[in-house]
Each structure stands twice: as structure tokens, then as C-alpha cells.
């Protein structure tokens, strides 16, 4: 476009139709991708509510929370040797990269007996808040868990650890 013989660069009005175009395309592809993201988080929460003990409903967050749990403990407990299990309280030994060597590691409710935790050499971390009581069991190469929450929600569960019933083969 020239003006007064001096020559500017500058847009054009279709091509600022065409940005202002796409601009709006891909805000409108962004707020119906988000809409239905919560459409279908708000369809699995409500299938992932399912009756519990007594007159309980357990959320989906708690669901959410107890198998990423179970999820998280099964990948700590892989490889490890030597369990015991007690009726609240693990102890085996698992391998521990930075030393190249088994360290002694502990996973019971530690504090004010309201948290699961994992405790090993170097300090612990928390797995699992607000549970009340804690009962564990060990089936062959299985983990038996019941625990019940402060709100009096129940969760049970397996976790399959290989490792132990190799162990158990070669003692035979």
C-alpha cells in the first residue's frame, strides 16, 4: 500500500479476516475440547462411585486415590526380598539404587497413626492419609490389604509380588 509515495508494510484487510478466522477456530476447538473433558471426568466419577460399607458412598477421589496406591505399592514391592508381614506393618528388604545394595524398608501407619507410609534409610514418604485401621496379610506371592478411613469408608485389595513366590522356590 502506498501512501504519499512512501511504501508501508502492514496487513491487509482479508488477512486479518483470515488470522481473526483462525484465531476463532482454534479457540472454539479448545473451549469444546475442555467442555467435554469434564463431561467425561464427571461420567467416571459417577461410574466409579459404587456402595460401600454400610450406607457409605465412596467418592471417586478416593477410588482415584486408593488404586494409585495399590498401583505405586505394587511398583515399590517389585524385586524385593525377604518379606514379613505382620498384621499392620511390612518389613522386607528392597533394593536401593544410590547404594548398589538391599536396605531394610518398612511400610506401616506412622505418626499420628492416621498416614500409610513408606520408611527406609534415607527418611519416608507418605502413600496413603486419613486411614484408621490397617490390616495386611500375605497369601503366597499376594498382599492382602484392608484398610478403613477415618470417614469409615472400607478399601480392600491384592498386590501381586512376583519376587516373593521366586523366593519360595528356590527355598524348595
Do not use: A
Given at each position: 500500500m502506498k501512501l504519499n509515495g512512501i511504501r508501508q508494510a502492514?496487513?491487509?484487510?482479508?488477512?486479518a479476516l483470515i488470522a481473526l478466522l483462525l484465531s476463532s477456530l482454534v479457540l472454539l476447538l479448545l473451549a469444546s475440547g475442555i467442555l467435554e473433558a469434564s463431561k467425561i471426568k464427571e461420567i467416571l466419577v459417577n461410574d466409579s462411585q459404587a456402595e460401600a460399607t454400610q450406607s457409605h458412598t465412596v467418592s471417586g477421589d478416593r477410588q482415584l486415590e486408593w488404586h494409585l496406591f495399590l498401583n505405586q505399592l505394587e511398583t515399590y514391592l517389585e524385586?524385593?526380598?525377604n518379606p514379613q508381614v505382620f498384621k499392620e506393618q511390612i518389613l522386607l528388604?528392597?533394593?536401593?539404587?544410590?547404594?548398589?545394595?538391599?536396605?531394610?524398608?518398612?511400610?506401616d501407619q506412622r505418626g499420628s497413626r492416621n498416614n500409610f507410609v513408606r520408611s527406609k534409610s534415607n527418611g519416608y514418604n507418605r502413600m496413603l492419609t486419613g486411614i484408621q485401621t490397617v490390616h495386611l496379610k500375605k497369601e503366597e506371592g499376594w498382599l492382602l490389604l484392608d484398610f478403613t478411613f477415618r470417614n469409615g469408608e472400607n478399601y480392600q485389595g491384592k498386590v501381586w509380588v512376583n519376587s516373593w513366590t521366586e523366593e519360595t522356590e528356590e527355598n524348595h
Open positions: 502492514g496487513f491487509t484487510l482479508l488477512e524385586g524385593t526380598k528388604d528392597e533394593w536401593e539404587e544410590e547404594t548398589n545394595r538391599y536396605v531394610v524398608t518398612r511400610y
